[in-house]
């Protein structure tokens, strides 16, 4: 059984968030910012928002993520990325990858899927 965490429309045939019945695990899809002309600090503070509603409506909270992966459009925005993302994590942050990809949905400047356990 899978239960579909949603909290508005998507942008393609995916499900933003899903908790798996019988397990603690809850995987949050790729999030992209909602303003893909905002500079890359805003994008970051975006998703981080938009994950985090996603993990409260499934019954937990950015400090119950296990895994995180960033992909960005530029490597060079990996400081400025690193620097807003690490306010979301204060202490114990999850296991991460980062890397650059060829092209993101949308032109997003960064997009970021996570792995969480309540």
């Not at 809850?26 to 909602?34: E, K, L, P, R, V």
């Given at each position: ?17 899903m908790v798996v019945s019988g397990t ?40 119950d993520v296990v895994k995180t992966t ?49």
């Open positions: 059984m899978r239960e579909i965490i949603q909290t508005g429309s998507v942008a393609g045939p995916y499900s933003p968030a603690k695990f809850i995987f949050i899809s790729g999030q992209i910012a909602t303003d893909l002309d905002a500079d890359i600090i805003i994008q970051t503070q975006q998703i981080m928002k938009k994950a985090e509603v996603l993990l409260e409506n499934a019954g937990a909270y950015l400090s960033i992909y960005l459009s530029d490597i060079n925005d990996f400081q400025a990325v690193n620097e807003e993302y690490a306010k979301s994590f204060p202490s114990n942050p999850p296991t991460r990858v980062t890397l650059q990809a060829a092209a993101l949905p949308l032109n997003a400047g960064l997009m970021i899927e996570m792995i969480a356990i309540r």
